[in-house]
């Protein structure tokens, strides 16, 4: 799962969402430093992607990419899920998108000195660009896997992506509909913060 799904699976506190994003920083970083709640947040986020790893319908739709740009279905499937929450959003949350934006921008800035300095760089863009929003739109899908793409050290024909997520649009969508809820029932059962409760969001 990408950062907004992430983020929408923590605990409604500072500690909790960073450390919920935390697990796509922590190569290399100490992490002995960090209180519990934190860490309980980067199980968290480490949960979530095992189960989204291993699921067979999450299997299944990356075969829907074409040989070349398989390897990357993952990063691509994880953005697009992202997508996908947000137009189903009424499903999932109470809360207005805007407001839990706003939410959850306001928990990131309180950590943001506690983070790491790789994930202070790209959470205070993410502060600063209102990263979440551009995940409304296909447009703002392709935008960000087109970003990702320039990011990989290695030649690569992953530019361009959106093409075949426009192309299987329907099916991937199908595959999230099945998949999330499937996804916070597994988390709400097993969820290492879950003696926190109060719910997501």
């Known amino acids: 799962m990408n950062y907004l799904a992430h983020l929408f699976l923590a ?3 500072p500690p909790s969402r960073m450390g919920n994003l935390l697990g796509d920083f922590c190569k290399g970083v100490d992490l002995s430093c960090y209180p519990q709640p934190v860490l309980e947040g980067l199980e968290n986020h480490r949960l979530v992607d095992r189960f989204t790893d291993s699921h067979p319908l999450v299997k299944r739709a990356k075969r829907r990419f074409s040989p070349e740009r398989r390897r990357f279905a993952g990063i691509a499937m994880d953005v697009l899920f992202d997508h996908f929450l ?16 706003q939410l959850t921008y306001s928990h990131l800035d309180q950590a943001l000195p506690d983070m790491p300095p790789r994930m202070q760089k790209v ?16 447009d703002g899908v392709g935008y960000a896997l087109d970003r ?17 997520i426009e192309a299987h649009y329907a099916e991937f969508e199908q595959c999230f509909e099945h998949f999330f ?21």
């Open 11 to 13: 605990r409604p506190n």
């Open 86 to 101: 947000l137009r189903h959003w009424q499903n999932y949350s109470d809360l207005e998108p805007q407001r839990f934006f």
């Open 123 to 138: 959470v205070a863009s993410m502060l600063e660009h209102n990263w979440l929003l551009q995940y409304q739109t296909l």
């Open 148 to 164: 990702i793409a320039g990011r990989i050290r290695f030649a690569n024909r992953f530019w361009g992506s959106i093409e075949e």
């Open 181 to 201: 809820p499937a996804l916070i029932e597994h988390i709400d059962r097993h969820g290492p913060e879950n003696h926190n409760q109060g719910g997501f969001v």
